[in-house]
């Protein structure tokens, strides 16, 4: 037998699981982002205000917290941030390429910079 080529096998089998497990991990945690996006409500209770009221967000205090820090900070970009990651964490497993991740890092970065200049100027009133 050739143990060489039977552990080079398993080593590639085993890092392609690892890829494909990073991928399915990043859309499932978009969709988590995503889903308390969809359900934020200004009323909830976030990291500034933790009243004793009814938490009107589908993921809880978690969703809330977090839906506050990403308008708060990115504004409607971060909704746009929410798809990235998912087609991000699709193509890692369409593609087993790992460095997908710092490339839409890269381009993210450059969105949420000319996008929060475009909602600043043309929506001052937006989130």
Do not use: H, W
């Not at 087993?96 to 839409?104: A, Q």
Request: charged share 15%.
């Amino acid at each position: 037998m050739n143990f060489k080529n039977l552990a080079n096998k398993a080593v590639n089998f085993i890092a392609d699981r690892l890829k494909e497990l990073i991928g399915l991990s990043l859309s499932v945690i978009s969709i988590f982002i995503g889903i308390s996006l969809a359900s934020y409500s200004p009323e909830d209770p976030n990291f500034i205000y933790s009243d004793n009221t009814k938490i009107e967000n589908i993921l809880g205090f978690q969703g809330s917290f977090a839906s506050d820090l990403l308008f708060q900070s990115l504004g409607l970009i971060s909704i746009l941030l929410c798809l990235t990651i998912f087609f991000t964490g699709i193509n890692i497993i369409r593609l087993k390429k790992i460095l997908l991740i710092l490339e839409n890092f890269f381009f993210s970065i450059l969105y949420i910079i000319s996008g929060s200049f475009f909602f600043s100027i043309f929506y001052p009133d937006s989130f």
